[in-house]
């Protein structure tokens, strides 16, 4: 027996500096399970990018939760939200 988990990749911009994986995680979390919430940080300077991902494995509460959070404020800014395109593994 095979299962086929469908996981829906959010794309989170415009975060606010003090944004880390719990409060992404938190904010989505009101519209359904989150899988995996994800600030992506500088690599040499560790501070925040601007922009992480929400993973939701369930593909009804990932665009309810698209569509309740796109432009909403979160830590004084407004965030943008988008289903993130899978792109290929780098080599």
């Known amino acids: 027996m095979t299962f086929n988990f469908v996981h829906v990749n959010i794309f989170v911009g415009n975060l606010a500096w003090g944004v880390d994986d719990l409060a992404l ?7 359904g399970e989150v899988e995996r919430a994800k600030v992506i940080h500088d690599r040499e300077t560790g501070r925040s990018r601007g922009f992480g991902f929400v993973e939701m494995p369930n593909q009804a509460e990932a665009e309810a939760a698209i569509e309740a959070m796109e432009g909403k404020e979160l830590m004084g800014r407004e965030i943008r939200c988008n289903e993130s395109e899978s792109r290929e593994r780098r080599s």
Not at 25 to 31: D, K, L, P, W, Y
């Open 25 to 31: 995680r938190e904010a989505f979390e009101a519209h």
